[in-house]
């Protein structure tokens, strides 16, 4: 084999090796890292950095990785370790199931091309790994946590993968969907503050299927947005358009999200539903969706996103609204008004619930960054 | 947009839902599901299954995930998402850090190519799960677990992602390393069996990096293995030949698991070792790894992979040992005596392990294939 490439040695140690140890001498390296983990010991009550075992691995990856400098990454990490060993440790995994599980992600990820992020094809997946995060739950938890609703405020609910930056922004009363088959549904809303006060020039994504369970994105021969715009509220906290009524759909299945499910005994439908995501400055961003009613899959949806304060009747049109909005009589009509949280208020809520949280675990924690850390000396 | 793709309905079900529901009617699928839903209520004490929350959502998703067929998948998922949530509700993860980990697992995915897999070019990441794996010392723990080891038998450690199936087969005094660089390493080894037998024809995959510190595989103009081979043990369970003295090296850290280190403050060096890999029938499979003693980072391994019974000290050759093996006098020699442990006795062992800590986690259990699932009637 020619060895053809730049030579390495020692002596070429990654940039962020701290600088102590790139002097170029195996031995200084030696030395080095002997004060090097002789410090760490001084700090950490350490088992042996070697002959590592099912019960004391742990510990001892913890200790490696509390150099981290930032208090919030090394407690994510601490956890993380944490949770992945017991995981390994209570189910007795075996390599045969830790390689399924590495070949599992690594078919995750594969899904993911740049291509495939930009322009999702008809039948294949979109972001994997945001539909792996929904199907396990994690996704409606995180967003829970990290937006917590007072009650009157408008719940948020999962984001999925179908969300993109390029839909034009659109006066009221823009007809969104142009799927000739969809049925035509008038959609009338507002948008207030918790004080019942309308707010003005809230930007509103809003996006939907067509009348098949496609979004546009899904097609190969998407030429621009279709089904999805962006609004602006009025002075009166209005916003009103054109749309199409809602139809169930199941997520993308043609991935490892959808052999996982198929695994699990599970259905990849999501019930009904419009999504709507709210942004302005000083209010908690939002974002949400609405579900139509006795939809059949609204108690057993893929992503577990529905909420009974999200679910719509639909009404029907009558003269005096057909007229004032210019569609037609009888058609189907979806109202809702949205109460958004201030930033300020949402940030006391969280952090509040999280010293509980924290408190009830019976850990001594701090916030830092207005996220809890480890309260230590 | 156009729409010439083949419509969907609601007929259209995938081929894994259940025949019942793909009668092809919305509303014979409602009332499916909710026989079907109603029927799990009945098996399943359950919350409702809309307005999940912080709180509810990890048994709703374990409900949901609970018609899973195969126990022992289902058992893992469960552990799965309570640890995930566990995790998000511990840390209070927000949505930023979230989509952060969204990306990083899309990145660790995305190096993961075909062509990465098959062939390793130099400073491109092989196999990233496996190096995450590995780093956060999940590896060695599965490791650990899945093959225990009895006292006076050969401990196991990481296999790595370097590992090839290309390596020729070859006979005892091969040459395995044909760099000009690498110090000449004789290597005698034997393989026994707990009672000290030898044990013949046992299929022995060697591998180690050259002087460089380099994988064969992390060359782009690899033309062919080298710096490893396959050999077979003798009629007195000896296997011998000339190798290099292994160098140590960083593990590919110009990826998402590099930047995960450098994050953490860690260095991603592992020390000095040389790879082996014993099968033969009857036997459990060894994956292990020989190490030098007094290497720099023999304390301090990215991987975790250290034990002190794989730690050996280089001795000379003398001049007997010179003439027998047709090496020079005073070269580097490096012997061991490998113990295997029987497929019987290591199935018995890990099972009795395995009981052991269930009933510590005071799980009621029983083993399904080997491994534990819940003891349910």
């Known amino acids: 084999m020619a060895h053809n490439n730049p030579s390495r040695n020692l002596a070429e140690v990654p940039d962020y090796v701290p600088d102590e140890y790139s002097d170029g001498t195996a031995s200084l390296h030696a030395s080095l890292l002997q004060t090097w983990w002789g410090n760490m010991r001084g700090k950490v009550d350490i088992a042996p950095h070697k002959d590592l075992t099912i019960e004391n691995i742990t510990e001892n990856v913890h200790m490696i990785n509390s150099r981290c400098p930032d208090p919030r990454q090394k407690y994510l990490l601490e956890r993380l370790v944490t949770h992945i060993h017991d995981f390994a440790r209570e189910t007795r995994l075996s390599t ?3 390689m399924a599980a590495i070949q599992f992600l690594t078919s995750v990820g594969k ?3 740049d291509v495939r992020q930009k322009v999702v094809l008809k039948r294949e997946s979109s972001q994997e790994f945001i539909l792996l995060s929904d199907v396990l739950g994690l996704s409606l938890l995180v967003d829970s946590i990290d937006h917590p609703k007072p009650p009157a405020s408008t719940e948020g609910t999962v984001l999925g993968p179908f969300h993109t930056h390029d839909a034009a922004n659109e ?3 823009s007809t969104i969907s142009h799927d000739p088959d969809g049925e035509p549904c008038l959609v009338l ?3 207030k503050n918790m ?4 707010i003005a020039n809230v930007k509103i994504d809003i996006w939907e299927t067509d009348s098949k369970g496609f979004y546009d994105v899904q097609y190969a021969d998407r030429e621009g947005p279709d089904g999805r715009t962006v609004m602006e509220s009025d002075a009166h906290g209005v916003f009103w358009f054109k749309a199409i009524v809602p139809v169930p759909y199941p997520i993308p299945h043609d991935g ?6 198929k695994m699990l005994g599970r259905h990849p439908y999501r019930p009904s539903h419009m999504h709507f995501m709210f942004a302005k400055e000083g209010y908690d961003h939002l974002i949400t969706a609405l579900y139509l009613r006795d939809d059949p899959y609204e108690t057993s949806d893929a992503v577990f996103g529905v909420k009974e304060s999200l679910i719509v009747d639909l009404g029907t049109v009558n003269a005096e609204q057909a007229q004032k909005y210019g569609v037609k009589e009888g058609g189907k009509l979806m109202t809702y008004d949205f109460v958004l949280v201030s930033d300020e208020e949402t940030r006391r809520l969280r952090e509040k619930e999280a010293m509980v949280a924290m408190k009830k675990l019976g850990r001594k924690m701090k916030l830092y960054r207005g996220l809890p850390v480890p309260d230590v000396d």
């Open 96 to 98: 045969g199931e830790w």
């Open 111 to 113: 899904i993911c091309s």
């Open 171 to 173: 006066p009221n009363g």
């Open 189 to 191: 809303c507002t948008v």
């Open 195 to 198: 004080a019942g006060e309308p």
């Open 256 to 261: 490892p999200v959808g052999q996982l499910l």
